[in-house]
């Protein structure tokens, strides 16, 4: 799995680099307006494309949020690999939001399913079914199976995968990004059910979205 860099994900630095380079040119050629342009860009990039660490709860049976935003819908659903109808917790992120998707649980990733698409406003339902998305399958520490899906939105255009299927990852850990905004569902396996409410906001890889039943 390739390892993002500290503070700022690597995705980042070929935008970051050119639009700073062009800013210097413009500078340096006395066009200010599109100087002060490019400048304002860079500082966008800089904070669009940070990484800052996070530190996931330690305790057994809780799920942290795969993604940073605000919780937007808790509903029953088919899941997107096996049809199996399961709890679905999704987290909307916007323009301003940490873009790097961790881990929910400890795990295994079992499956890997890209789906091109189009890129419909992620608020509707239509989009789970029609927008570029990515599934992932993970296998935890007790067998059980969990299903995540990142979904482009109406201004992403990429989705980030880091891993590959059969790799390991602990909770918290960085697994990929979608660039510019977008959305990501958790489906819950049988046995846990959702710790947040709709409108609650969160951080990806430390806010706890579900926790096993007694």
């Known amino acids: 799995m ?3 860099s500290a503070g700022v994900t690597a995705e980042g630095f070929p935008v970051i680099f050119l639009s700073a380079f062009a800013a210097l040119i413009f500078a340096l050629l006395g066009f200010w307006p599109p100087a002060l342009v490019f ?4 500082a966008f990039a800089l904070h669009f494309f940070r990484d800052p660490e996070r530190v996931a709860p330690t ?3 809780l799920a942290v949020s795969p993604a940073d935003g605000k919780v937007i819908r808790i509903e029953e659903k088919p899941d997107p690999i096996n049809g199996e109808r399961r709890q679905c917790i999704s987290v909307f992120m916007n323009v301003c939001s940490v873009h790097v998707n961790r881990m929910p649980v400890s795990g295994e990733i079992t499956k890997i399913l890209y789906l091109p698409g189009r890129f419909f ?8 079914d029609a927008n570029e998305r990515c599934c992932y399958a993970i296998e ?12 482009a939105g109406l201004v992403a255009r990429r989705i980030v995968c880091r891993v590959d299927e059969g790799e ?6 960085r697994f990929g990004m979608i660039k510019f905004g977008s959305r990501v569902d958790l489906y819950l ?6 710790d947040v409410l709709i409108g609650d906001r969160v ?4 806010s706890v979205l579900a926790s096993k039943l007694p």
Not at 39 to 42: A, H, K, N, P, S
Not at 121 to 128: T, Y
Not at 168 to 173: A, P, Q
């Open 189 to 194: 396996p049988e046995g846990y059910s959702p």
């Open 39 to 42: 400048l304002l860009f860079t």
């Open 2 to 4: 390739r390892k993002p």
């Open 140 to 151: 935890d520490e007790e067998g059980k199976t969990w299903q995540m899906v990142q979904l």
């Open 59 to 61: 305790a057994p049976g």
């Open 203 to 206: 951080f990806a890889g430390q």
């Open 121 to 128: 406003n992620v608020a509707f339902d239509k989009a789970v």
């Open 168 to 173: 390991k990852l602990k909770r918290g850990e």
